[in-house]
């Protein structure tokens, strides 16, 4: 069920309404069976999948908390981290398993043919990982077992972040489950509100961007360079308002309900580093990386290298090279199976390698120059940088495979000869192709940059009580004149959500 659908709308309607006349000790009923619903509306036997992962891990949680001896508890939670990563296996790389059976290329991505679109539940990627975190957290003894099954069952299927996260950790989440949630107009009609501003970032900006980059990226070969950097540059800005919108409805949606998710994203493309990117990115993603997979790397490696230099090369800059190739090549993986997801996993290991050897010098150079990092030319100067290292990060992210991706860098270089005229010529054919005129087009451009401007306003110049304290027509005329605009943009073609496949 998409959340741009009108029938989401009314199953989200009536689940919020029961939600607050229900006693609160079965509430997690009505979770439980709106969730399943919820993801059942998109492929019955899927839910199937999602209860084998609820049933195991909540047995392989229950046997982790039981023990005392560490070695005990961290056999069971091997064996629970190995189910899990053979279900999301099973599923992340049927492809490839049907290719090696059948010694033929049945589909190159998921989602290409029947057998990609029946076989990859949804979410799957992002209910394994909060799988995984919750067992993770139960060894670690931060927190203890969940011995509710029904409470347990609507921490990994809550329906707002099922299928695209963000991704929870026990002890966040499973506490609000107890919470008695009283019905507060504030925080429902605050919930409301962040749910419209996401539907108004995938609806008019989102969708209005994806016919371009379709067709330059889907036929790559007929674009020349100005084209090739102009969709990258728009895709960057699809991928956040499509992705960052479902977050928004996510968490608005959760609002509305009495429950709080958490940001996913902080103003990414003012990041003033990769690293930093990475910090406002895909927030529990990224989190999740450094927890699990970054710092036990880490450790496990800096117990067993004793030595304070190799080859010349400081341990400590080893240990980090290491942990982070091994952190981000399985961010690509996680991504998708292509060599294109690989490439780009691995530059941005090399990107924050790069960044961590230079450093040191680099601040040496700063202080000797006198440079101020707060000095606002620097800044601008570090988060241009930035974007431009993480939109050519992109291309590998967006082309089809990782030969395109190649093709598209290589044609970056060329038709810079051509006029102006010949470029916006190219584009009007790109538009007018995705049924937008200038005019619109226009519109939705520049909507971008004032999108940015309110989130960044409203989480760092505490705007949401000055936004409630507006006179009410102004405030009351915003959100029309965001409602009519998700109705003039809106088409219903093209609502899929593009961290579906993943």
């Not at 056999?75 to 099973?90: D, M, V």
């Not at 990386?289 to 970054?294: A, E, S, V």
């Not at 030595?307 to 982070?324: A, C, H, M, P, R």
Request: net charge positive; charged share 15%; glycine share 6%.
């Amino acid at each position: 069920m998409l959340f741009t659908s009108l029938n989401f709308l009314v199953f989200f309607c009536i689940t919020a309404f029961l939600y607050y006349i229900l006693p609160h000790k079965i509430r997690w009923m009505l979770l439980l069976v709106a969730s399943l619903i919820f993801y059942a509306f998109s492929l019955p036997a899927y839910v199937i999948v999602l209860a084998v992962s609820i049933l195991f891990n909540f047995i392989f949680g229950i046997r982790i908390d039981s023990r005392s001896k560490d070695n005990d508890r961290r056999r069971i939670l091997i064996l629970g981290i190995i189910f899990n990563l053979i279900l999301l296996a099973a599923f992340r790389f049927a492809n490839e398993f049907y290719t090696l059976l059948l010694g033929n290329v049945l589909v190159k991505q998921p989602g290409d043919s029947m057998i990609g679109k029946i076989i990859l539940p949804l979410g799957i990627s992002f209910y394994t990982f909060t799988s995984i975190s919750y067992l993770v957290e139960i060894k670690r003894r931060k927190v203890a077992a969940e011995h509710h099954p029904g409470y347990f069952a609507c921490y990994l299927s809550f329906f707002p972040k099922l299928i695209q996260g963000p991704i929870e950790k026990p002890e966040h989440f499973l506490p609000q489950l107890r919470e008695q949630h009283v019905f507060n107009y504030r925080g429902v009609i605050s919930g409301i509100r962040l749910m419209l501003w996401g539907f108004f970032k995938k609806l008019v900006i989102a969708d209005q961007l994806s016919g371009l980059v379709d067709s330059v990226y889907n036929n790559h070969l007929n674009w020349n360079g100005p084209l090739l950097l102009f969709s990258t540059i728009v895709y960057a800005f699809q991928l956040y308002m499509d992705f960052s919108g479902y977050i928004d409805i996510a968490r608005g949606g959760a609002g509305v309900l009495g429950f709080k998710l958490n940001r996913n994203f902080n103003n990414p493309y003012l990041s003033r580093s990769v690293k930093d990117f990475w910090t406002r990115w895909h927030i529990t993603l990224s989190q999740w990386l450094r927890d699990y997979i970054f710092l036990p790397t880490a450790y496990y490696l800096s117990a067993r290298m004793k030595k304070e230099t190799y080859f010349g090369i400081v341990t400590e800059k080893i240990l980090y090279s290491i942990s982070i190739t091994v952190t981000f090549l399985i961010c690509g993986l996680w991504h998708g199976t292509g060599w294109n997801f690989l490439a780009w996993g691995g530059l941005y290991a090399i990107y924050l390698i790069v960044g961590h050897l230079v450093n040191n010098p680099r601040n040496r150079v700063y202080r000797q120059l006198r440079l101020r990092k707060s000095n606002l030319f620097f800044i601008t100067q570090q988060v241009i940088f930035t974007f431009i290292l993480v939109c050519f990060a992109w291309i590998f992210f967006r082309a089809p495979d990782l030969k395109s991706a190649l093709q598209i860098v290589s044609g970056l270089f060329s038709g810079w000869q051509e006029s102006f005229s010949g470029f916006l010529n190219s584009m009007g054919i790109l538009i007018k192709h995705d049924g937008l005129s200038f005019l619109e087009f226009g519109l939705v451009i520049t909507l971008i940059p004032l999108v940015g401007y309110i989130e960044f306003y409203f989480q760092h110049c505490h705007a949401s009580n000055k936004l409630l304290n507006l006179p009410l027509p102004i405030r009351w005329g915003g959100y029309y004149f965001l409602v009519l605009l998700i109705f003039y943009f809106g088409r219903s073609d093209l609502n899929t959500f593009i961290y579906f496949q993943f």
